[in-house]
């Protein structure tokens, strides 16, 4: 599963998609799914707002295009009711996921572990993960509150260790100035 991590979230929830706009005038809106295959956003049951102020029934009605999929949410009939979604953040409770199998994670575990450079030195701490289209970015704040951005591949992350709670960064995708 992946998913857009830039907010901090709730640990007994995992964001599954947003909403991006609206499809139609018939209330469907337009959703990117954060999940593995973008129909999925849908397989989990009910999701919940951000604020957990409301829960909507959904059901995909087809896909868009750009990985999105058009959604219908149940009581939003028209453009007007489907507009007013529009950013709303899709949320899912985590004991209705799939464990993670041994060597995969959900993005939300990632938040607030250390991140050290693979001699040991301290970068920071993971701080979001994003997807802008070109791949995932995974976005470190250090002690002083500067961030770094750098590829989320195996190459740029060779070790993700949820046990001891840290992510270490290969030297080379960290400026030498950035170590603390």
């Known amino acids: 599963m992946v998913e857009d991590s ?3 979230i709730d640990d007994d929830r995992i964001c599954v998609g947003i909403v991006t706009g609206v499809h139609g005038l018939k209330g469907l809106v337009r959703v990117k799914p954060f999940t593995e295959t973008p129909e999925a ?6 999701v919940e707002t951000e604020d957990g ?4 029934k959904i059901e995909v009605a087809n896909r868009t295009g750009k990985g999105q999929i058009a959604v219908r949410i ?5 453009r007007e009711a489907a507009e007013a979604l529009k950013g ?5 409770r985590r004991e ?3 464990a993670p199998g041994s060597d995969e994670f959900y993005y939300a575990d990632l938040i607030g572990l250390a991140v050290l450079r693979s001699t040991g030195v301290s970068v920071g701490n993971v701080h979001a993960i994003y997807d802008f289209g070109a791949g995932d970015v995974l976005e470190i704040i250090d002690e002083t509150g500067a961030l770094t951005m750098v590829p989320f591949t195996r190459d740029a ?6 046990a001891n709670g840290r992510v270490v ?5 960290i400026d030498a100035s950035d170590e603390a």
């Open 6 to 8: 830039s907010l901090p």
């Open 96 to 98: 209705r996921l799939p």
């Open 157 to 162: 992350v060779p070790e993700i260790d949820l």
């Open 74 to 78: 149940a009581g939003i009939t028209d």
């Open 53 to 56: 102020s409301r829960h909507l």
């Open 88 to 92: 709303q953040r899709l949320y899912v």
């Open 169 to 173: 960064v290969a030297d080379a995708y």
């Open 41 to 46: 956003v849908a397989a989990y049951g009910t």
